[in-house]
């Protein structure tokens, strides 16, 4: 990924992440929940939440989607495995999709310039994913830790989103 796609500004950098791959899995309750319990969790994560299992995140977005974030090697075979006896969507958006790590102590002052939520940890927690407006653009944010977040977008929309977020850092900055 392009050094272009990184923005700093004094107290925001956004950091391209590299590598590691995404899929997207669509699926009745009962599906999300064998997903999960095939890594080794004991159920999916609740609407808006994470679980680590190993090299695998999954993110609740919607009440049938999960998005999947694992390394270079992608999914465990016992997911495939297990996702071959159900019905189910499953797309893998690696190509489609860019993220960055976001941090510094002005980020959440750029992220509230971009985005309508609250952003603040009393409502938005660690370890809480949503998707969201970012200006014009429709992406993921998940906050990873008190100070760090993980944004995501198509493709498509990265130079407009490094142009608002090197906007918006800007003007928290002042």
Not at 120 to 145: E, H, I, N, Q, Y
Not at 152 to 166: G, H, K, N, Q, T
Request: charged share 20%; with cysteine; glycine share 8%.
């Amino acid at each position: 990924m392009s050094d272009a796609l990184t923005v700093s500004r004094p107290g925001f950098t956004a950091t391209p992440v590299r590598g590691g791959r995404r899929f997207s899995l669509q699926g009745r309750a009962t599906t999300l929940n064998g997903t999960a319990k095939a890594l080794g969790l004991a159920e999916v994560p609740a609407m808006l939440g994470t679980a680590q299992a190993g090299k695998c995140t999954l993110l609740r977005l919607a009440p049938q989607e999960l998005l999947i974030l694992t390394d270079d090697a992608g999914l465990p075979g016992k997911v495939t495995d297990y996702l071959a006896t159900v019905p189910h969507s499953l797309v893998e958006v690696s190509d489609r999709q860019v993220g960055w790590t976001l941090v510094g102590e002005r980020l959440h002052d750029t992220l509230a310039a971009l985005s309508p939520l609250d952003m603040r940890a009393r409502s938005f927690p660690v370890g809480c994913a949503t998707r969201t407006l970012f200006g014009k653009a429709d992406g993921m944010v998940w906050r990873t830790s008190e100070d760090t977040f993980h944004l995501e977008v198509w493709r498509s929309f990265a130079p407009y989103i490094v142009a608002m977020l090197d906007a918006a850092a800007l003007d928290a900055a002042w």
